[in-house]
């Protein structure tokens, strides 16, 4: 069984014995046209913000798509696929490749990271993208497209909010002065945890808070804003971008049970100051777990 002093940030596949790392001069050109495209779409997406909708349902009632989701999606598949036809897509709306591992050079995208948000809303919403090389996360790109707030990140180059870059996370965070992103879920009757641990949590706590975007809940652990978010249920392309921005700061992300995240599968998620981690994955999660 791992250990709690083992518990890192990193994906199943992160490996250098079996996988090589993409050169940073390729990281670079790569990140600045993502960037491009990224902001583009943004334009975009501000300038119709006000058009009609067509809005359709997936996995159920609240799962929502909206045109602008696909319209969103196929933009970067577009762009990704005629000037790097060698890469591949995993994106959430069906403009993508079959993607079987991540070997190779992979775009996770989520066009519209909180959907509900920008239907009900026309804010709190964001662009999603992770840039993966052989399973290592090489660029992440969160943009909070009404806020026009780019963050950013990447490998071993720091993370930004647009064109500051973000401190590394405090040493000095103690769970009971912590802010954390936590949706409703956790504290209602469920199949994963005994909501009354979870309750405990919330009154343990200083504050919690949920936006409706993984995505952008991420980013404000990243910032510091929030000390930790956690997720029930996951989708590769919700939280990959994440997952960089907030490795280069030196926070950490795994599953709830402390394993490593597996991105070619959905996922429960537990991404925060390392000086939390063990806490929040010991007192509560696993004493809690059903």
């Not at 583009?40 to 300038?47: K, L, N």
């Not at 925060?272 to 509560?284: D, G, V």
Request: hydrophobic fraction near 35%; proline fraction near 2%.
């Amino acid at each position: 069984m791992t250990s709690m002093s083992q518990f890192v940030s990193m994906t199943v596949y992160e490996d250098s014995r079996r996988h090589t790392l993409m050169e940073q001069s390729t990281r670079q050109a790569l990140f600045k046209q993502a960037r491009e495209w990224v902001l583009e779409a943004g334009r975009t997406i501000r300038e119709k913000i006000d058009d009609p909708l067509v809005i359709d349902t997936k996995s159920n009632e609240n799962d929502l798509v909206t045109t602008m989701d696909k319209e969103t999606e196929q933009f970067f598949a577009s762009k990704i696929k005629g000037k790097y036809p060698g890469h591949l897509l995993f994106g959430e709306e069906g403009y993508g490749d079959k993607i079987e591992s991540l070997d190779g050079t992979i775009w996770i995208v989520d066009p519209i990271d909180g959907t509900m948000n920008f239907v009900h809303q026309k804010r709190n919403f964001a662009i999603s993208i992770g840039i993966y090389h052989d399973g290592i996360g090489e660029i992440g790109l969160i943009y909070d497209v009404m806020g026009d707030v780019l963050y950013h990140a990447q490998r071993n180059s720091g993370a930004y909010k647009n064109n500051q870059q973000l401190k590394q996370l405090s040493f000095s965070v103690d769970l009971r002065e912590s802010i954390l992103g936590l949706n409703h879920f956790w504290l209602c009757e469920n199949s994963l945890v005994d909501e009354r641990v979870m309750q405990r949590l919330v009154r343990t706590v200083r504050g919690t808070r949920s936006t409706g975007s993984a995505a952008l809940e991420m980013a404000y652990v990243a910032e510091g804003v929030f000390d930790g978010y956690l997720a029930m249920r996951l989708s590769p392309w919700d939280i990959a971008a994440g997952m960089v921005i907030i490795n280069e700061v030196g926070g950490v992300t795994t599953d709830r049970h402390g394993h490593p995240i597996n991105l070619l599968e959905k996922t429960s998620l537990v991404t925060c100051n390392k000086q939390i981690q063990s806490t929040i994955l010991k007192e509560f999660l696993e004493k809690g777990k059903k």
